[in-house]
């Protein structure tokens, strides 16, 4: 190089915002580079990709960072006795992810081959890094800051885009406001010369694993039937330390995949959020944050999006808790089995490994299907945590804790068998189709103290609020009826209403007149002629029958026959939609249609969605 001279840009520098900006941009910092050493720092930025571009235009998408990159190819040759130096800077992934979208001479010019690898710092690293900033500030550290501080980076190291040697620096800058706030709060006379930071500069929470078993105990405090998980958290807090004790890492024994199963209403995210506040403690996570999505955010549009959709998600929780709710939606469409693939193959890499912990969530039998449907997804997710219904009783004692939070104060429940009462209402709430448990409960006990504070009812007592037994039972009847009332308004499924219009048109056609009158009953009973004449031989109608030939018995009424071959017409139906899925399994594991289209029966044979793919009948 002709000077010793290093120039720093980044993406901004180069980008224009009118048609011809963004060459003139990037020729002017060549030319100004030229016997020098030119930097661009976060070099992927000039692709405008960002993952999640709906049409797929990637780079393409933005002519003023395409342009960027073509003026690059076009000036920039990489031969021999070029007086310039020119480094591009990045994330790895960022950048092979550039690198395959755009203008394939930048590949040429910028040989990933030959490229200069940086990995994270290991623990032994950062103690060296932290030592020097130590000494550098002139600052003093205990034993056990020092411990607490390399913990505090370990659990650091967790997250996406750990900051290496930028990570120490903000560490000790946040230590040195604990240490200043600390200090501050003694009197002159016993403010120490030196500063020594100590372990709760690092970490206001550094002894959180010696107080797990308290704090478990504390998380839960109040909430109502979860013995069973305490239990099993608490099983997982003693193999962690028993495991830390003979120097070997707790994630070989402690599981960080779990199945949440229960119905709506039973503290599935609420329980999330715990769970991610005990493995920050056992120092699993390094933040006890929940993130929460749903199928949508892990399955895409076209062939191709969903794996890498997939590994954003999950890269975005690392060292948190990814809660997939209703998880069971997995199962469905030819994409969400490219998610399942995705998700079981990231949470065995190294990188994800124990470092976040994921929960699939959704009602029992749902799940239970989805982890039958992939014996991987299965084998991964072997711990469950089941959420049963709340009873009465329960539901009971948490309407009581929600009034009390609004400052209200149950009261008569001894008087006249109200008590009894208030569990028989409570118990036909809890049986309702739909009901969400804890949910509804604590909606319900808002409505109550609304009314309290509106003077609807309940009354006050010096400055105590409180309603009556029987005013509870009566915004009880009344949220049941309210309830029934929507069940009975459900409008009918897809299924029922096929059959109707099935029915309604085929017997308008073949029956104007309504169904066939039953042949009339017969009896044993003789009876006596008052004419000597014997009367003509009865003609019975003719014995209509339906479909399959069968019969019509006698006596069977218009209503209860009618009835009987919708029923039948559902069972045909079901029958066949079972067999249309079977062949629809079977065509996809043919995989030849590339893009994954579902499969239309045609004459003699099946044809793809999309009409370039057929199978005959014979071949399936």
């Not at 720093?8 to 990037?26: L, Q, W, Y």
């Not at 800077?89 to 960022?94: A, M």
């Not at 946040?174 to 020594?196: C, D, F, N, T, W």
């Not at 970490?203 to 998980?229: H, M, N, Q, W, Y």
Request: with cysteine; hydrophobic share 35%; net charge negative.
């Amino acid at each position: 190089m002709a000077y010793n001279t290093v120039v720093v840009k980044n993406p901004a520098d180069f980008i224009g915002t009118v048609i011809g900006e963004s060459e003139r941009n990037t020729k002017g910092i060549l030319q100004a580079a030229m016997g020098k050493v030119l930097i661009i720092d976060e070099a992927y930025m000039l692709y405008s990709s960002s993952g999640s571009s709906s049409d797929n235009s990637g780079g393409n998408g933005d002519v003023y960072r395409t342009a960027v990159i073509d003026t690059l190819v076009a000036e920039v040759q990489n031969v021999p006795g070029e007086d310039r130096c020119v480094l591009l800077l990045g994330y790895e992934d960022q950048m092979r992810d550039m690198f395959q979208n755009v203008n394939p001479g930048f590949a040429r010019r910028f040989p990933l081959d030959q490229a200069f690898k940086f990995g994270d710092f290991d623990t032994e690293q950062l103690d060296s890094i932290l030592d020097l900033k130590l000494k550098k500030a002139h600052l003093g550290v205990t034993e056990g800051g020092k411990k607490v501080a390399l913990e505090v980076l370990e659990r650091a190291r967790m997250s996406p885009n750990f900051g290496n040697a930028g990570e120490v620096e903000n560490l000790l800058t946040a230590s040195k406001e604990r240490y200043l706030k600390r200090i501050g709060a003694l009197p002159v006379r016993e403010r120490p010369g030196e500063i020594v930071l100590r372990e709760s500069d690092f970490d206001p929470e550094f002894d959180r694993a010696t107080r797990a078993e308290e704090s478990l105990e504390k998380l839960f405090e109040g909430v109502i039937g979860c013995e069973d998980i305490i239990q099993k958290l608490r099983g997982y807090q003693k193999s962690a330390q028993a495991w830390k004790a003979r120097g070997r890492d707790p994630r070989e024994v402690v599981p960080t995949n779990f199945v949440f199963k229960g119905p709506p209403g039973t503290g599935k995210t609420t329980t999330a959020r715990k769970v991610g506040r005990v493995f920050m403690d056992m120092g699993f996570l390094s933040s006890d944050e929940v993130v929460e999505c749903s199928v949508t955010d892990l399955v895409g549009r076209y062939v191709g999006q969903t794996g890498p959709k997939t590994r954003k998600k999950v890269e975005s929780a690392l060292g948190k808790v990814l809660f997939i709710d209703e998880a069971y939606r997995l199962g469905d469409g030819s994409f969400s089995a490219e998610a399942i693939n995705e998700l079981v193959d990231i949470i065995t890499k190294p990188r994800f490994m124990g470092k976040v912990v994921v929960v699939l969530a959704g009602y029992e039998d749902d799940i239970n299907k989805l982890l039958g449907m992939n014996a991987g997804l299965s084998s991964r997710f072997s711990e469950e945590i089941i959420f049963r219904p709340m009873g009465a009783g329960e539901s009971l004692k948490l309407l009581r804790k929600g009034l009390e939070k609004g400052d209200v104060v149950l009261r008569g429940m001894e008087a006249d068998g109200e008590g009894n009462k208030v569990i028989g209402a409570m118990e036909s709430l809890v049986t309702l189709k739909g009901w969400g448990n804890a949910r509804d409960v604590l909606g319900l006990s808002k409505i109550i103290v609304g009314g309290v504070l509106r003077g609807d009812v309940g009354g006050q007592e010096g400055s105590t609020l409180f309603v009556k037994a029987k005013e509870v039972r009566g915004f009880m009847d009344t949220m049941l009826k309210e309830r029934k009332a929507r069940e009975m308004k459900v409008p009918k499924s897809d299924m029922e209403r096929a059959v109707e219009d099935i029915w309604n048109k085929r017997h308008m056609e073949l029956e104007p007149e309504g169904p066939p009158p039953p042949p009339p009953l017969r009896t044993a009973t003789a009876t006596v002629a008052k004419s000597a004449t014997p009367p003509p031989p009865e003609e019975l109608p003719p014995n209509n029958g339906d479909e399959d030939g069968n019969g019509r018995d006698p006596g069977v009424s218009d209503e209860i026959w009618r009835q009987l071959q919708q029923d039948k017409e559902k069972a045909r139906l079901r029958a066949a939609s079972t067999e249309e899925e079977r062949v629809q399994n079977r065509l996809k594991a043919m995989d030849l249609c590339a893009m994954g289209y579902n499969w239309v029966k045609q004459e003699g044979g099946w044809r793809c969605a999309g009409g370039g793919h057929w199978v005959d009948d014979g071949k399936i």
